[in-house]
């Protein structure tokens, strides 16, 4: 890629129902994807922002194109991540939970079974199990690493892997394997392969994720900005999600008192506070972004405290000072530099 003048490369997927959620969940930020060309190119465009350019690529191999600077950043599942990506560090998770592609990474072993219920039961009969028949129990999987992981932490040693490209729940029936670790949302897959989940077998929750390459020398200042104009509105959107603007007015006797109890006690920022005499009581009104799990909470207690004409909207966006992604990125991106630059000194 030539730095000198790049746009921000991102990588979405290219195909599926993650493909469908990502398109939707930009367009819901702000950002109409658009393709170029006759529509069959794996390139597109991002209405709203002209730096960025959009290639397509199937998820799993997001993480090794963006930790090969092929692209500056990519959204995918956490799980493809945590399981392709992550050897060198040559990227980050910039944003871990976009709110769309939720699942569970999980171990499922047969429901007949009837002594398997929990991750010790599981290893009390994989040892049986190979002292019975000289052989481990074989557990099938597209998640090699991320399962070697969890299976290590769990004290587990006696199975085998099983390299799945199909339909990982199917391998039990078909006699290729005697468990799954495999990916499940409401479990009923899972069900109709005759499976069941074990108590503490959740080897990760996952959802799309925004990740970036920290691959310094491909970073121009344009691709920069168009990265912090990008994660900012997707904060903003995201964050506008989960909370609600209110807009009330209170007797200013009370405000002062209010308005601490409110940030403290339900998570309330009020942002905006002017006086007014004009009904010939002393008001203090109020504009305050409140999380949505706290509005009954507030409103009664803003009613106690003799607020009136309590107004809630929801916000399309809601913009903070900063960026926190943004800014962590910077960090990050900066300590990497930093220390490639001195190994490569050292080095000479």
Same mark, same amino acid.
């Given at each position: 890629m030539n730095a000198a003048a790049q746009r921000l490369v991102l990588a979405v997927p290219s195909k599926g129902r993650l493909q469908e959620q990502c398109v939707g969940f930009l367009s819901g930020c702000g950002f109409d994807v658009r393709r170029v060309g006759n529509g069959r190119e794996y390139v597109s465009s991002l209405d709203g922002l002209n730096?960025?350019?959009i290639i397509y690529f199937r998820p799993e191999e997001i993480p090794e194109r963006v930790e090969q600077g092929d692209a500056h950043a990519g959204i995918t599942g956490e799980d493809l991540y945590r399981e392709y990506g992550e050897g060198e560090p040559a990227s980050v998770l910039l944003m871990p939970k976009?709110?769309?592609?939720?699942? $569970?990474?999980? /171990?499922? /072993?047969p429901q007949s079974w009837v002594d398997v219920s929990t991750m010790n039961d599981l290893d009390e009969a994989a040892m049986l199990f190979h002292q019975r028949h000289g052989r481990s129990l074989r557990v099938a999987t597209k998640f090699s690493r991320l399962t070697r992981a969890f299976f290590s932490e769990s004290?587990?040693?006696?199975?085998?892997?099983?390299?799945?490209?199909?339909?990982? &729940? +199917?391998?039990?029936?078909?006699? @290729?394997? *005697?468990?799954? %670790? *495999?990916?499940?949302?409401? +479990?009923?897959?899972?069900?109709?392969?005759?499976? #069941?989940?074990?108590?503490?077998?959740? %080897? =990760?929750?996952? &959802?799309?994720?925004?990740?970036?390459? =920290? $691959?310094?020398?491909?970073?121009?200042?344009?691709?920069? *900005? !168009?990265? &912090?104009?990008? @994660?900012?509105?997707?904060? !903003?959107?995201? $964050?506008?999600?989960? $909370?609600?603007?209110?807009?009330?007015?209170?007797?200013? #006797?009370?405000?002062?008192?209010? #308005?601490?109890? =409110?940030?403290?006690?339900y998570g309330c920022l009020p942002s905006l506070w002017s006086e007014s005499t004009e009904t010939g009581e002393a008001r203090t009104f109020v504009v305050a972004s409140c999380p949505r799990t706290t509005l009954y909470g507030v409103v009664k207690f803003l009613k106690a405290a003799g607020a009136t004409e309590i107004i /809630?909207?929801?916000?399309?966006?809601?913009? !903070?000072?900063?960026?926190?992604a943004f800014e962590t990125f910077k960090t990050v991106l900066k300590g990497r530099t930093a220390t490639t630059s001195a190994s490569a000194a050292a080095d000479r």
């Open positions: 730096d960025v350019g976009l709110g769309f592609g939720g699942a $569970r990474l999980v /171990v499922a /072993v004290g587990i040693v006696e199975y085998s892997l099983v390299g799945s490209s199909g339909a990982t &729940e +199917g391998a039990p029936a078909a006699g @290729v394997a *005697d468990f799954v %670790v *495999d990916l499940a949302s409401t +479990g009923t897959t899972l069900a109709e392969n005759h499976l #069941k989940e074990i108590t503490g077998g959740t %080897v =990760l929750q996952t &959802e799309a994720c925004l990740i970036a390459s =920290l $691959r310094a020398e491909r970073w121009s200042g344009r691709a920069m *900005d !168009a990265l &912090e104009h990008l @994660v900012e509105q997707i904060e !903003a959107r995201i $964050r506008a999600t989960s $909370r609600l603007l209110l807009r009330f007015s209170l007797p200013a #006797k009370s405000a002062a008192k209010s #308005k601490p109890q =409110l940030a403290e006690k /809630v909207d929801r916000g399309e966006f809601i913009f !903070a000072g900063s960026s926190p």
